[in-house]
């Protein structure tokens, strides 16, 4: 592997903007208080699986398989593996498991639409990656040189790679300004009635004995108004968080703004931390404080919180040794520009011989975005939301080729498919739950989105993309 730091390094975003045109850029993004942002371009390998069949380009070379796809993404991983880096990630796979691929680890129904025009799952493998580390400002070029075997070639490979990756940074990007008056039409899946309707329905199914909760969403969508980077860049400044990504894909593009971690892997030691409990802020700090403990004691919020936290310790201990799942910071309030959250931290060590594919197919999806218990909340999920979830609710990070992977839950996630922009939103029906008021949080969690959009129509302008 080549190392080298680059000197008067951009931020992630700037960066990427140079990237944006190449093949396969991506962007991992931590604008809070995280540690690490990565990005890259130029994947020396594909895979994407549509149900349940997989392709793999390679060398411009196409291949196809049925094999499962978890299975076909660790033989890949386990092909590249390498000795653990200094860092987190400096070369593996990028990329997104989709909600939908459940029916794969389960026996579930799948009669829900499938309408935008995205793979169940595709990672992208990158040999070259651009690394920052935020708390010392210092930004680093890896290159590992995959997929060469012989070690001549591997070292000519990364000097090539780190080269053309330097010659990147010399590319440059600008905006051009038109008019525009007014936001496009927004679209949901569901009408009011229609949630309040499918959240009562719940209901009878927790009065009934068949589960404790289940995560109920609905899909907005409208053709987007604007370049998916300026919108994007908007989102970040109105919404920093620990957990997002951009992934430039042929045919569509992910922009996600989650605030959710759904797993980390280091060595052997695992950890999730699941969201499970919403208010909205308010502008008046005293009130605002308020506002946070009273979620922090809230009995509903808290049983919420708690089923789902239990659930995720049960997911963990099937890959984790006896005796080391454990909660730590246990029911924090995490707070955004919109809304404050409760989370918690759940870790264990994993047992010897557990792939990071292995732990991540034990656990998906995330418990917090399907309901307790899992199986037959994602049943009736797929009973009472009219669209397939795609990319929503899946998991989106990387997988590294030392057996690292950090991977977000993507809520406050986009999809612009063919001009338009694709997200949703949801919340947890439990017993005591108001319908009317989860259709409300709702629109709470979408006010990430919507906030951007609205900022967008404000500045009365269009942007597009131009080389200079």
Known sequence: MILEEIKNPLDPYELFLKLYELPYPFMLESSTDGEYSFAGFDPFLVIESFGGKNEILFNNTRTRSADDPFAVLKSLLKRYETNPCKYPFAGGCVGYFGYDLKGLIEKLPSSTLKDINTPDMHFAFYDTVYIFHHPSGRCFIASTGEPETKKRLKEQRAFNRLKAAKEALKKNHGYKVSGITSLPQLDSTFTMAGYIKAAEKILGYIAAGDIYQANLSQRFSLPLPCDPLHFYSVLREEHPVPMGAFLKLPEYEILSNSPERFLRIRGNSIETMPIKGTIKRDKNRFKDMELAK???????????????????????????????????????????????????????????GIHPVDAIRSCFPGGSVTGAPKIRAMEIIDELEPTARGVYTGAIGYMDFCGNADLNIPIRTAVVDDRRLFYQTGGAIVADSDPEKEYEETLLKAEVIHRALRRLSMENKKYHRVSI
């Open 294 to 352: 009273m979620l922090k004691s809230d009995p509903k919020e808290n049983a919420e919180h708690i089923m789902i936290v239990d659930l995720e310790r049960n997911d963990l201990g099937k890959v984790c040794l006896y005796g080391t799942v454990e909660v730590k910071n246990g029911n924090e309030i995490a707070t955004y520009p919109t809304l404050h959250h409760m989370v918690s931290t759940v870790r264990g060590v994993l047992k010897e």
